[in-house]
T-cell receptor, first 117, second 117 residues
Framework: GAGVSQSPSNKVTEKGKDVELRCDPI?????LYWYRQRLGQGLEFLIY????????KSGLPSDRFSAERTGESVSTLTIQRTQQEDSAVYLC???????????????FGPGTRLTVL | AQKITQTQPGMFVQEKEAVTLDCTYD???????LFWYKQPSSGEMIFLIY??????QNATEGRYSLNFQKARKSANLVISASQLGDSAMYFC??????????????FGKGTKLTVNP
């Protein structure tokens, strides 16, 4: 079946502009995560969705970052008034959240590479 | 807060030999899970192996095995019979349980593995 998809794959924007990044999770996956990966670094957690609610937003770096999710489907990460330090790869992951399992694997999308000039 | 440390920025191995990638972790939770992911140059995150803190045996998946030493808080990845396609970044991660059922992953900075022919 189809995996997690993200669009656009690359985005170049000017400082101060707003950007929207899209994630299409695997069908039926109720959990959705956004991560950020700066150059040469590991992934940093941003936000977690269960269905269309976001009970864990603890990783959002500032109020310029927001995200929403439509039901158990598409999620959009919005960055307002972009800054150069926002340049990174933004990855989305979805998970089935099956109870009773020892762990729920997160399936990652290919990421969106954001460059802020 | 949980923390993952990967002390090897880069590792080299000859094709067909085994290699060990180091990972140490810090947590006060008695129940935790450890993951290894592979990230090729194309950027996708590929799940390799999982180890639960209460698992009695070290995890194995094909050529991948996890050398789990709980008292030392280490979870090293062993790749046997290295192949050229194993050249990639490797990330160790720990599951952190949080609000609303979040199972966010905390990542180390990664190790770049190069397999030489």
């Amino acid at each position: 079946g189809a995996g997690v998809s993200q669009s656009p794959s690359n985005k170049v924007t000017e400082k101060g502009k707003d950007v929207e990044l899209r994630c299409d999770p695997i069908s039926g996956h109720t959990a959705l995560y956004w991560y950020r990966q700066r150059l040469g670094q590991g992934l940093e957690f941003l936000i977690y969705f269960q269905g269309n609610s976001a009970p864990d937003k603890s990783g959002l770096p500032s109020d310029r970052f927001s995200a929403e999710r439509t039901g158990e489907s598409v999620s959009t990460l919005t960055i307002q008034r972009t800054q150069q330090e926002d340049s990174a790869v933004y990855l989305c992951a979805s998970s089935p959240r099956v109870s009773g399992y020892s762990y729920n694997e997160q399936f990652f999308g290919p990421g969106t590479r954001l460059t802020v000039l | 807060a949980q923390k993952i440390t990967q002390t090897q920025p880069g590792m080299f191995v000859q094709e067909k030999e085994a290699v060990t990638l180091d990972c140490t972790y810090d947590t006060s939770d008695p129940s935790y899970g450890l993951f290894w992911y592979k990230q090729p140059s194309s950027g996708e995150m590929i799940f390799l192996i999982y180890q639960g803190s209460y698992d009695q045996q070290n995890a194995t998946e094909g050529r991948y095995s996890l050398n789990f030493q709980k008292a030392r808080k280490s979870a090293n990845l062993v790749i046997s019979a290295s192949q050229l396609g194993d050249s990639a970044m490797y990330f160790c991660a720990m599951r952190e349980l949080s609000q609303g059922g979040s199972e966010k992953l905390v990542f180390g900075k990664g190790t770049k593995l190069t397999v030489n022919p």
